[in-house]
């Protein structure tokens, strides 16, 4: 389809359409560019053996667990409080509301600060003036701290969105304002939560700065939640600012990106399986 | 006359500072379906939805008089507000199904009444069902999305779901106004049906279907009961020149 009516038409469809041709050529080229200079260092020992010799030599097990659990101890905290608060401010709270307002203006403050601010809280606090150290629980907290708002106001929007007929609906049946909002506002709304929290997997994934001052960046398999831990992107940054091996950087990143793209497509996968089962 | 199924003394209802509706005294009889006509924003609603305190979900509602359901005062301060919208169930003008299967729908009521048995849940979505007409076309994919009938199916879904817990009383407003003909005219059929179980309040704009469905017919007028007679007498012989009026399509 051409709608060109004349020259002007014809103009600004080229230079609109340009513009998507230049998004999407520019992900190829970085996926490609990535997984060329990155596969040949991909193999069993990369995948399962810890770094030695900073990351000269072995594998990067360690940082893939590290990162997994990284994110893992900032979803177990962020999903229910950030859920918890958008229930509590749509549900809750009369529509207009000074203290909603005022919750939402920190949310919307809170995810415009710059991440490495984040890493600079966690480092004072958890690390040094609670004393926990380098550590995946400081790391997870502050990863958890960075994504809140995010979470809070994908969640918000999402409840939001949820037809008034099906809270009418459900009282008016005799159920409770919980039992209403458990079994009926939340499961309409995971889709558009789920959404949000795909976001912020990806978000802390990819964090370095702030992983780097709270979780610090030992090479060692970490096992309890107070030891220090390297994330991927920690380890990728190391293996290219310090010059250990770029073969190994590229090696890392297709693994980061790889990693990124299993998490979407899990998370889209049950997405989809859910709202088939709501939807039809 | 029957006995009062509900007896409405003095109700006032605002929102805010705006008064919707005006000391309505009303006994409504139980097994029959009443209608309750008027042009947009008399009161019919406000005052449908204030027979199972609905309107209390809007802010800065508020409520005076009495409605007594069943010898209680429904407005009372120990009043339990859950049994009550147990007792009085109701059908909104647009078919609402929960993003849920068809079965989980109807099961749904009894579940948050804490009933979990399996056996029992079946029998009661199964008679519910049948009693809105609906198990016929629905009881081979019970367990398939609710969202994917249509719309006149649904507002029977809806109606089932309100079965399910075993209402004394439903309300139904405008119930098939957003349904095609051919659904509509089952609609009123299932209404003729249920009446001889249910206390039928129902507030609808068209105005045949009031003088089709119903026993008696209440005509709500700027949040003022004008006129309330059974319906025959009421659209033959209107007492009141504003009845008149309306019920001829002089204005509304």
């Not at chain 1, 558009?192 to 700065?209: C, Q, W």
């Not at chain 2, 929102?15 to 000391?23: G, N, T």
């Not at chain 2, 719309?151 to 119930?175: F, T």
Request: hydrophobic share 45%; proline share 4%.
């Amino acid at each position: 389809m051409k709608p060109f009516g004349n020259r002007r038409e014809q103009l600004i469809y080229y230079t609109i359409c340009s513009g998507a041709v230049f998004v999407a050529l520019t992900l190829v080229a970085i996926v490609a560019f990535v997984a060329i200079k990155g596969v040949g260092c991909i193999s069993w020992e990369f995948l399962t053996e810890i770094p030695s010799r900073m990351g000269k030599e072995g594998g990067i097990s360690s940082a893939i667990v590290g990162t997994l659990y990284l994110t893992l101890v900032a979803l177990v905290l962020s999903v229910p409080l950030g859920v918890g608060a958008a229930v509590y401010l749509t549900e809750y709270q009369p529509r207009v509301s000074r203290f909603t307002r005022l919750v939402e203006l920190s949310a919307e403050a809170l995810a415009g600060i710059p991440s490495i601010v984040f890493g600079l809280f966690g480092f004072v606090f958890f690390v040094i003036f609670l004393g926990w150290g380098w550590s995946v629980l400081s790391g997870g907290l502050t990863l958890a701290l960075m994504i809140l708002p995010t979470i809070m106001r994908t969640s918000q929007e999402a409840i939001t969105a949820v037809p008034v007929e099906f809270r009418e609906n459900s009282l008016a049946l005799g159920a409770t304002k919980w039992q209403t909002t458990s079994k009926i506002v939340i499961p309409s709304a995971l889709p558009g939560i789920i959404t949000g929290v795909i976001l912020s997997i990806g978000r802390s994934v990819g964090e370095t700065a702030a992983v780097l001052l709270t979780a610090g960046s030992a090479l060692g398999m970490p096992v309890l939640p107070t030891d220090p831990a390297r994330s991927m992107a920690v380890h990728l940054y190391f293996l290219a600012s310090e010059g250990i091996s770029m073969e190994r950087a590229y090696g890392t990143a297709l693994l980061l990106i790889i990693m990124i793209l299993i998490i979407n497509y899990l998370a889209n996968l049950s997405l989809r399986r859910f709202s088939y089962r709501l939807k039809g | 006359m029957n006995s009062a199924a509900i007896m409405v003394r003095g109700l006032n209802v605002f929102y805010q500072q705006y008064q919707a509706l005006h000391h309505i005294d009303i006994d409504i009889e139980s097994n029959k379906v009443t209608a309750l006509i008027g042009p947009s924003g008399c009161g019919k609603s406000t005052f449908l939805r204030s027979l199972n305190r609905l309107n209390e979900l809007i802010e800065g509602t508020r409520t005076e008089g009495q409605v007594v359901i069943d010898g209680v005062d429904i407005y009372a301060e120990d009043t339990d507000v859950v049994k009550l919208r147990k007792q009085v169930g109701i059908v909104f003008q647009k078919p609402s199904a929960f993003p849920m299967s068809i079965y989980d729908n109807v099961a749904y009521g009894p579940r948050i009444h804490g009933v979990n048995k399996r056996m029992v849940l079946d029998e009661i979505v199964e008679k519910s069902l049948k009693q809105a007409n609906l198990w016929e076309e629905v009881k081979d994919r019970l367990h398939a999305s609710a969202l994917r009938l249509s719309g006149g199916q649904q507002q029977r879904l809806v109606i089932a779901r309100v079965l399910s817990v075993n209402p004394a009383i439903i309300l139904m407003d405008e119930p098939a106004s957003a349904l095609d003909p051919i659904s509509a005219s089952k609609l009123e059929d299932l209404i003729a049906e249920l009446k001889t179980t249910y206390t039928i309040v129902i507030v609808t704009h068209n105005m045949q279907q009031a003088a089709r469905v119903s026993d008696a017919t209440a005509f709500f007028l700027n949040g003022h009961l004008i006129e309330y007679q059974p319906t025959e007498k009421l659209f033959v012989h209107p007492r009141d020149k504003r009845t008149e009026d309306y019920i001829t399509g002089r204005f509304g």
